[in-house]
């Protein structure tokens, strides 16, 4: 059976998503489209054959022919689309941040509960990527003991000129805190955020670069290296220590070159290049567990607890000490966290 997908919001992911969903998922079809700016809708609907426009996001939902939804508008949005989604029963995929405050992600984690059911799948796409799955098998197989620490560098390019400075927290780090959580299956205490030099290529008022420091439950340190005017490239980059080794994590690369007495590989421009095979993964995983109700990879929890985590941080930025992080229990409808 085909899954008919409404996309909300064809900027970069969006359009990134519909080509991916086009081109390289089995049992979907994007059937309808949405965005404010109604000629990139128009462009998207051309690039997914037969994709109706809909003026109105709230009509794309309730659209019959729409059997399931992926959500990539501005971070602002995502709390009433996905609330929107639940109540019409519909699976939804919606990228990360789940919201732009813990307190928003709780309303869309108790609408799930009142309708009884888990439908929002978070966009925490590393979950779905090579290495970072491998990362995990190899942590799990016990080979190199208990974890103790995790390095964490995350570097952009560039970053959008509309996005806040706290966005460096609540919409970059929160991928680094997410996949802390999966890969080491323990919550986050405690966050203390340093605030290294600024770099001078960011705007006058936007403070790039954080570091952030974060504590597990069982005493795991995570360091974080946030800094998005890298210039030079897209860098995801990290290493996990245990007590009998370690695991080191690099930018995937298809070639080396070598002449000149230099060897060189190259950087990825953005995210889109070096998470290429984590989207595709992920939106397959979504349609084939949507097509039997079930929801794979971060729950609206996982976006919850996350951004109670970066809410944590945010609050360690403003008092310059370290903050307890402040988490609802967890109700039994989703999984805890798998060590
Ligand atoms: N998982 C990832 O790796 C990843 C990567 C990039 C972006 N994102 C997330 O995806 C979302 C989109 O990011 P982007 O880089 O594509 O941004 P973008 O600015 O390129 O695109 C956002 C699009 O949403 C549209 N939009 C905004 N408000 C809307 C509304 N109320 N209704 C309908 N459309 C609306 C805009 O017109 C724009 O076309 C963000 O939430 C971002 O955090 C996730
Ligand atoms: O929205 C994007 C996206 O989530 C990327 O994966 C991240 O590296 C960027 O910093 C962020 O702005």
């Known amino acids: 059976m085909t899954m008919n997908i409404g996309v909300i919001g064809c900027g970069l992911m969006g359009a990134d998503h519909i080509r991916t969903l086009t081109t390289a998922v089995s049992g979907a079809r994007v059937a309808a489209v949405n965005d404010a700016d109604e000629g990139r809708a128009a462009g998207a609907a051309a690039e997914a054959e037969g994709a109706r426009v809909h003026s109105d996001p709230f009509g794309l939902i309730d659209d019959a022919e729409v059997d399931a939804v992926v959500v990539a ?6 709390e009433e689309f996905a609330l929107a989604c639940v109540r019409a029963g519909k699976p939804v995929l ?51 003991g208990r974890a103790l620490m995790l390095h964490s560098v995350h570097r952009n390019a560039g970053y959008p000129p509309a996005l806040p400075d ?15 959580r999966w890969l080491l299956g323990q919550e986050i205490v405690t966050a203390t955020a340093h605030t290294p030099r600024r770099s001078g290529l960011a705007r006058p008022d936007f403070q790039d670069t954080r570091f952030l420091v974060l504590e597990t439950e069982n005493g795991v340190l995570v360091d974080v290296e946030i800094f998005v005017n890298a210039g030079y490239g897209y860098d995801v980059r990290g290493e996990l220590v245990g007590e009998l080794g370690s695991i080191s994590l690099h930018p995937p690369a298809t070639l080396t070159t070598r002449y000149e007495g230099l060897e060189g590989r190259p950087v990825a421009r953005d995210f889109r290049p070096r998470f290429q095979d984590a989207y595709r993964n992920e939106l397959q995983a979504w349609v084939t567990a949507g097509a039997s109700g079930e929801v794979r990879g971060a729950t609206a929890w996982d ?9 944590a941080c945010l609050h360690s930025v ?19 966290l798998a060590a």
Request: aromatic share 4%.
């Open 166 to 180: 706290s966005a460096l927290i609540t919409g970059t780090g929160v991928h680094d805190i997410d996949i802390a």
């Open 73 to 78: 508008s501005a971070d602002e949005t995502h």
């Open 94 to 144: 919606c990228e990360k941040p789940l919201a732009t405050t813990s307190e928003a992600c709780l309303r869309v984690v108790e609408a799930e509960m009142r309708g009884g059911r888990p439908l929002v799948q978070v966009g925490f796409m590393r979950r779905f990527d090579p290495s970072y799955l491998e990362m995990k098998r190899v942590l799990d197989s016990g080979r190199i």
């Open 303 to 311: 976006g919850y607890a996350s951004a109670a985590v970066a809410e």
């Open 318 to 336: 403003a008092t310059g000490s370290t903050a307890p992080v402040e988490i609802a229990p967890q109700p039994a409808l989703y999984a805890p």
